[in-house]
């Protein structure tokens, strides 16, 4: 079992910037790919980011692409997606997600294994 436990979330102004963190825990976890999911009301739960622990790889959806940065503290078994330059059109529910055994780049909510439970990010005008 692989456990997940998002942190980081809250309110923040236009412009502004906040990090999330996603501490995991269980076996075999350097071998994951992990990922940050957004899911806003009434919509899809989306792919935002993700980083490959085996070889350092990142990628990241377009939207967010020169504001955000996925990294790793592989010591620590944790993710951080510092989130720069936030707009409103950012505000949702942001999950980190763990894939294994799939090959790069994992983009979609099937490839992922275990999931945390979320943590509301809210971005004001």
């Known amino acids: 079992q692989v456990q997940l436990v998002e942190s980081g979330g809250g309110l923040v102004q236009a412009g502004g910037s906040l990090r999330l963190s996603c501490a995991a825990s269980g076996r075999t976890f350097r071998s994951y790919t992990m990922g940050w999911f957004r899911q806003a009301p009434g919509k899809e739960r989306d792919f935002v980011a993700a980083?490959?622990?085996?070889?350092?790889?990142?990628y990241y959806v377009d939207s967010v692409k020169g504001r955000f940065t996925i990294s790793r503290d592989t010591a620590k078994n944790t993710v951080f997606l510092q989130m720069n330059s936030l707009k409103p059109e950012d505000t949702a529910v942001y999950y980190c997600a763990a894939s294994y055994g799939r090959s790069w780049p994992n983009l979609k909510r099937y490839e992922y294994d275990y999931w945390g439970q979320g943590t509301q990010v809210t971005v004001s005008s």
């Open positions: 980083i490959s622990w085996s070889g350092g790889n990142t």
